[in-house]
């Protein structure tokens, strides 16, 4: 109930049931032998592209969070992983623009992307790992923040979450998702 088709837009609607704190994310099967996923390394070693678009609900200016690209959990709080790279947006931390998140070894770095959140809107999110292991974001094909290089070998899983942060429902509806990765290391 809480993921449909769109009727309006070609996608899914991911929606929150209703509860602050509810939380509606979407990822690959992790169990072992019942998806290509965990048989597949996707690390950074790997120069991983990943894709998505997504277009944000109609109400942003209260309650809601955002959260989509590669993490070693599904959760949004940044200092959880110590390894990450995903864009995020948050009504409870005041942003008004995608925000850039990427943790190598543990250090955090949280860079503005200047690209404002509207409702209604459609992102297109991309995260490419070069050979040298750098991060590129882009927001809209527009290359927005490039990090130092990140550890080596470390499988990151693609996420794309909306979470409420008060009691009324929020959705946003989700185009597509892309991973791919080099052929041979």
């Given at each position: 109930?809480?993921?449909?088709?769109?009727?309006?837009?070609?996608g899914l609607t991911l929606t929150t049931a209703g509860a602050d704190n509810?939380?509606?994310?979407?990822?690959?099967?992790?169990?072992?032998?019942?998806?290509?996923?965990?048989?597949?390394?996707?690390?950074?070693?790997?120069?991983?592209?990943?894709?998505?678009?997504?277009?944000?609900?109609?109400?942003?200016?209260?309650?809601?969070?955002?959260?989509?690209?590669l993490k070693l959990t599904n959760t949004p709080t940044i200092a959880t992983?110590?390894?990450?790279?995903?864009?995020?947006?948050?009504?409870?931390?005041?942003?008004?623009?995608?925000?850039?998140?990427?943790?190598?070894?543990?250090?955090?770095?949280?860079?503005?992307?200047?690209?404002?959140?509207?409702?209604?809107?459609?992102?297109?999110?991309?995260?490419?790992?070069?050979?040298?292991?750098?991060?590129?974001?882009?927001?809209?094909?527009?290359?927005?923040?490039?990090?130092?290089?990140?550890?080596?070998?470390?499988?990151?899983?693609?996420?794309?979450?909306?979470?409420?942060?008060?009691?009324?429902?929020?959705?946003?509806?989700?185009?597509?998702?892309?991973?791919?990765?080099?052929?041979?290391?």
């Amino acid at each position: 109930a809480l993921c449909a088709y769109s009727s309006t837009l070609a996608g899914l609607t991911l929606t929150t049931a209703g509860a602050d704190n509810d939380q509606m994310i979407v990822c690959p099967h992790l169990t072992s032998g019942l998806s290509a996923w965990t048989g597949i390394k996707w690390g950074t070693e790997n120069q991983t592209t990943w894709e998505t678009a997504i277009t944000v609900g109609d109400d942003i200016t209260n309650g809601v969070l955002l959260w989509a690209g590669l993490k070693l959990t599904n959760t949004p709080t940044i200092a959880t992983d110590a390894d990450q790279a995903f864009f995020r947006f948050s009504t409870d931390d005041g942003d008004t623009n995608w925000m850039i998140e990427s943790s190598i070894a543990n250090v955090d770095t949280a860079t503005d992307s200047g690209v404002a959140v509207v409702i209604n809107t459609t992102y297109k999110f991309k995260i490419v790992i070069d050979s040298a292991r750098k991060a590129e974001f882009y927001i809209d094909d527009v290359l927005i923040y490039k990090t130092t290089a990140l550890t080596n070998d470390v499988d990151f899983i693609p996420y794309i979450g909306i979470q409420a942060l008060n009691a009324a429902a929020e959705f946003v509806t989700l185009h597509y998702i892309k991973m791919s990765r080099i052929l041979f290391e």
